[in-house]
């Protein structure tokens, strides 16, 4: 049985296709690494480069948000309150067993005793298995873009743009979208094309995006960039990036559950 299914579609409207990957969380545990520029205030015990006592069950990976000064939310890890919760915001929430769910602060998912980690980013993107209103509203609401051809600040942002998305399905997989060419509402379409209830926005523009899976040989059984491959193929980051020191944005893993722990609750 497989962990991930990965595809590419090309969304409504769209011209170039977006990575698309189903996880299937009864046989994958979620855990949140975290940088010295997103959240900031380290050290962490999870943090780049990805050490091999986790590759030895690395199965994949995925970019966090927005530098916390752009999220409009806040992050909890690893037992402290990095920035404060804000209630309505777009949550990924991670459980004391490696579960993952996504949804709306305070409505959706709360702080319980089993809560380890809270990464949120602006407002949810997906409700009801239906963008919310706010994906087809103004797309500077959604996070300052590039522009066409540069990234400087003096060349005007554009609404589509590389964009990254994370959601939760009804009976509990987690699926990610990240593409080239994405205004909000294509990127929540996708979102629920891919079968999500819930959904949130993560980071965006060309260099922050990134999911890598990884299919070590028998003869190592390490996640290594050399097994790795990136979704989508023109992704700027890749399999090396969460193995780099230098890596310092936050980003979630998803590990091979132990076979003792798979199917249990």
């Not at 409504?12 to 690494?33: F, K, N």
């Not at 490696?98 to 709306?104: H, K, L, N």
């Not at 540069?150 to 743009?161: F, K, L, N, R």
């Not at 969460?242 to 091979?256: G, K, L, N, Q, Y």
Request: charged share 15%; proline share 9%; glycine share 14%.
């Amino acid at each position: 049985m497989a962990a991930v299914y990965e595809t590419t579609l090309v969304p409504p409207g769209g011209s170039q296709a977006a990575g698309v990957a189903w996880m299937d969380t009864r046989l994958l545990t979620a855990r949140l690494y975290s940088g010295s520029i997103s959240p900031g205030g380290g050290p962490y015990r999870y943090t780049a480069p990805v050490e091999p006592a986790q590759a030895s069950t690395l199965v994949a990976a995925f970019n966090g948000g927005f530098k916390m000064s752009a999220a409009g939310g806040g992050y909890y890890t690893e037992g402290r309150l990095i920035d404060p919760l804000r209630a309505g915001a777009a949550s990924l929430v991670i459980y004391r067993d490696g579960g993952i769910d996504i949804g709306a602060w305070g409505r959706d998912v709360r702080m319980t005793p089993s809560v380890v980690a809270v990464r949120q980013n602006l407002v949810p993107l997906v409700a009801g298995g239906r963008p919310t209103p706010a994906a087809a509203g103004p797309w500077q609401a959604w996070g300052n873009t590039c522009g066409a051809t540069s990234c400087a600040a003096s060349v005007p942002g554009i609404d589509h743009q590389w964009r990254s998305g994370a959601g939760i399905t009804a009976d509990g997989a987690l699926v990610y979208v990240n593409g080239p060419a994405l205004d909000p509402l294509q990127l929540a379409q996708l979102l629920v094309r891919a079968g999500a209830v819930r959904a949130m926005e993560l980071d965006i523009n060309p260099f922050w995006p990134v999911l890598a899976t990884y299919d070590p040989s028998p003869s190592t059984g390490l996640a290594a960039p050399g097994n790795g491959r990136r979704l989508p193929p023109g992704s700027i980051q890749g399999p090396a990036t969460f193995f780099e020191p230098w890596w310092a944005r936050d980003f979630v893993t998803m590990s091979a559950r132990p076979v003792a722990a798979r199917g249990a609750g």
